[in-house]
């Protein structure tokens, strides 16, 4: 059955023609809509190649390729807005580290999916590449947490 409109009131972004990009972090942006199959366990892979945010240092702009998957529970998250999330991080001010995290904790407590992992391969800077990996799965899926993260540990490569 087709989604029906009064499924999406509160994606507000969607369709939405004069939406403003934000210049600050804003987890606020982010909008969810109900899974019409939550008895299935299907993978959701969202990729910005095009990510960017500051040095918190330099103040240097760091660019990367943000790679998220996840299964989702009840709710999922709206497209639009998860673009326009990760555009507020253009002009903020985190190690790669902490972006990776920050998306990670700010999906897992909107959505509060079955699983979710977030990767990030970033730009070299002064010849050295930073490849963070974070995840998080609820209790039946904790295999699958030290699975995955086992599994992100490159050998001999990193792409």
Do not use: W
């Not at 403003?20 to 990729?47: A, I, M, Q, R």
């Not at 760091?62 to 989702?72: A, C, L, Q, R, V």
């Not at 709710?75 to 190690?95: A, I, P, W």
């Not at 977030?118 to 947490?145: C, K, T, W």
């Amino acid at each position: 059955m087709a989604r029906q409109i009064d499924e999406l009131v509160d994606c507000t972004l969607l369709g939405s023609a004069g939406v403003k990009y934000p210049e600050t972090y804003s987890p606020g942006l982010l909008e969810t809509f109900k899974n019409k199959h939550p008895e299935n366990e299907y993978l959701v892979t969202f990729d910005c190649p095009e990510f960017t945010s500051l040095c918190p240092k330099t103040g240097q702009p760091d660019f990367g390729h943000i790679i998220i998957n996840y299964i989702p529970a009840e709710d999922m998250v709206e497209s639009k807005s998860l673009k326009l999330y990760l555009f507020s991080f253009r002009n903020h001010g985190d190690f790669h580290e902490d972006c990776v995290n920050i998306i990670m904790k700010d999906l897992v407590a909107l959505m509060k999916p079955k699983y979710l992992e977030v990767r990030g391969i970033f730009m070299p800077r002064g010849g050295l590449s930073i490849v963070p990996f974070a995840n998080y799965g609820d209790s039946e899926h904790q295999d699958m947490v030290r699975e995955r993260l086992l599994a992100a540990f490159p050998l001999n490569k990193i792409r």
